[in-house]
């Protein structure tokens, strides 16, 4: 399994970014999806996940009603709209898949990574 994630880059507070990220080597359609993000010092945490079919997302208090998931099952991506973005927004975003169909909010329940891309949000 690949995942390539895309999209990252420098923004100003208040500005937006739209991630992405490319699977290939599995049957993308039928594994639930996540984003996580890292800061620098902090622990891993779940940003947004997405089933199987798209219809159920889950979202993390801290970015509820400015980041919407995505995804294209037809073109094996996964997307993160990332509106009225935060300087605590700033850190590497990861997309994983998960071992399960349906939406899946626990870190231990995904299997494959990808590389991560850097979202770096200025005062």
């Known amino acids: 399994v690949q995942l390539q994630a895309s999209g990252g880059g420098l923004v100003q507070a208040g500005g937006s970014l739209r991630l992405a990220c490319a699977a290939s080597g599995r049957t993308f359609r039928s594994v639930a999806m996540g984003w996580f993000r890292q800061a620098p010092g902090k622990e891993r945490e779940l940003v947004a996940a997405i089933d199987w079919t798209g219809g159920v997302v889950y979202y993390a208090d801290s970015v509820k009603g400015r980041f919407t998931m995505s995804r294209d099952n037809a073109n094996n991506i996964v997307f993160l709209q990332m509106n009225t973005l935060k300087p605590e927004d700033t850190a590497v975003y990861y997309c994983?898949?998960?071992?399960?169909?349906?939406?899946?909010?626990?870190?231990?329940?995904?299997?494959?990574w990808g590389q991560g891309t850097q979202v770096t949000v200025s005062s």
């Open positions: 994983a898949t998960a071992r399960t169909a349906d939406i899946a909010t626990r870190t231990r329940l995904y299997d494959y």
